[in-house]
């Protein structure tokens, strides 16, 4: 095989040099390329297949080497694929054919390695059962179920070749929009080969040839389609409920919080469905002439198939630290609201799920049902506060929650609710119970709900107040902690 700089061929602009570069690290199976529209997507995806059809016959010294360039169906890989290799291949490179042994494919010439890059569409993925590829390029691989991925990986092998490599080219949105954004943005699943998944965010800002009178087409876009289609956000898709949660925002390092302040939590019951507790600390907040609340989730704990004696043991276990007087221990300063549903006898007329928290030492407050109210609540706290930040914010420890909140969709027949057939609703039901029983200000309009105390002269959050000494208080001794914090006593805790 005759020597040629596969770089040199593709002409990569850099972000597809950066994802050229991650596909053959040996740590890399799986890469997604792309987040906003006309980042350079299609073109990647066929030098790529050239490109590591080259690599392929250089690095094992074997020729007809199969990989497959996908598209949802033909109509999309002729105008995406097939008409531009026919520009932008060179004729010395290789051939476009369709013969009955490989049907429509692009045969490299020998003297290139003699690679076959194999187009193929997916209307109908079990075609392909009986088929091996050495890489599989797959484009807008969110149009696309997450059971055909899965049927072509377990086609992903080819005799001596050690790597193997999947690549996919996507805008968010579309019925893939959630596997592909578990398994490639988040990357956080239990899949044996999670470690494997890579992401290379593009977008219309990476392709020097999208002329800038499309770019101003793109800017001038309203908020939510602007967040998906130019700046490629994995958060915003059609029917999405919560349009203001963003990452770059709403997510913050992970943080103890100090035992002066307030602590609130949400409980999600669940046995065989997943049981949810997420706990948050509330700061009150003063900005110019301003005071208000933050709320910021600083723990999840989640798990099946456990009895509340079970999660009371394990919350004790999680929540004690030996350096802090059991006083100001969290679990007891921690409120927790739970689902009303906590508090009905069982169907055998035993005790209630909250009555069986109670007997382990766990007292679960009953929180409000009214899913409209409390859906209006976490669009306020999700909302900007004065001082330019959430009035909510989110460690990003909390990876479920930070993984649903976009996912929850309006249901179909109730547009102002949550998708009653979503079963991944834990985590938001959680924060629901929680946000639902704690007073959001909206400072911006002055509505402070406060109690008539002052400091400074500025009134002062409901949640939180001081005593004439200046110690910080609860408003309710009973809901949030045994006795006063002095001010100045500093205990460990990093916010």
Request: hydrophobic share 35%; charged share 25%; with cysteine.
């Amino acid at each position: 095989m005759e020597d040629l700089k596969i770089t040199d061929l593709a002409k990569f602009q850099p972000k597809q040099l950066t994802a050229w570069y991650t596909l053959v690290d040996p740590k890399t199976k799986y890469l997604l390329y792309g987040g906003a529209l006309a980042g350079g997507k299609s073109y990647l995806l066929r030098w790529a297949a050239i490109s590591l059809s080259m690599y392929y016959a250089k690095t094992y010294k074997k020729k007809g080497i199969p990989i497959g360039l996908f598209s949802e169906d033909y109509p999309t890989l002729k105008d995406r694929q097939i008409s531009r290799i026919q520009r932008e291949f060179p004729s010395w490179l290789g051939d476009l054919k369709d013969d009955a042994i490989t049907g429509l494919s692009y045969k490299l010439k020998d003297k290139w390695g003699g690679g076959v890059i194999l187009l193929r569409n997916l209307d109908d993925p079990s075609k392909y059962l009986s088929t091996e590829f050495a890489a599989e390029i797959v484009e807008e691989l969110t149009r696309n179920e997450e059971q055909t991925f899965q049927d072509l990986r377990n086609r992903l092998r080819y005799p001596g070749i050690d790597q193997v490599k999947f690549m996919g080219a996507s805008n968010p949105g579309g019925v893939g929009h959630g596997w592909v954004r578990k398994l490639f943005v988040d990357r956080a699943t239990d899949d044996p080969e999670q470690e494997r998944f890579f992401y290379v965010h593009a977008n219309v800002y990476d392709n020097q040839f999208v002329s800038k009178t499309y770019i101003k087409q793109l800017e001038s876009l309203p908020d939510k389609k602007k967040k998906a289609y130019l700046y490629g956000s994995w958060d915003v898709f059609e029917g999405q409920i919560f349009t203001e949660f963003n990452r770059s925002i709403h997510v913050i390092p992970p943080f103890v919080p100090k035992p002066i302040i307030t602590l609130v939590g949400g409980l999600d019951w669940g046995y065989s469905a997943p049981a949810v507790l997420l706990c948050g600390a509330l700061y009150s907040i003063k900005f110019n002439d301003l005071v208000f609340n933050r709320l910021k989730i600083y723990r999840e704990i989640d798990g099946i198939e456990t009895t509340p004696k079970q999660w009371a043991e394990k919350w004790k276990e999680i929540f004690y630290q030996k350096e802090i007087p059991l006083e100001f221990q969290e679990i007891r300063r921690l409120k927790i609201y739970g689902d009303p549903a906590m508090f009905n006898k069982l169907q055998d007329s035993s005790f209630s799920i909250a009555d069986q928290f109670k007997r382990e030492g766990i007292f679960i407050q009953k929180s409000t049902n009214n899913r409209l109210t409390s859906i209006t609540t976490i669009h306020n706290w999700l909302s900007m506060a004065p001082d330019g930040l959430p009035y909510m914010q989110i460690s990003e420890n909390c990876r479920n929650l930070i993984k649903t909140i976009p996912e929850a969709m309006y249901d179909e027949n109730d547009t102002e609710d949550i998708d009653k057939a979503w079963t991944e609703d834990h985590w938001v039901d959680s924060l629901r119970y929680l946000t639902a029983m704690v007073k959001w200000i909206n400072a911006k309009s002055g509505a402070y709900s406060h109690t008539g105390t002052l400091i400074n002269g500025l009134p002062v959050p409901k949640f939180q107040i001081t005593d004439k000494d200046g110690n910080f208080i609860p408003l309710d001794p009973s809901k949030f902690g045994e006795r006063p914090l002095k001010s100045g006593v500093y205990y460990p805790g990093n916010s």
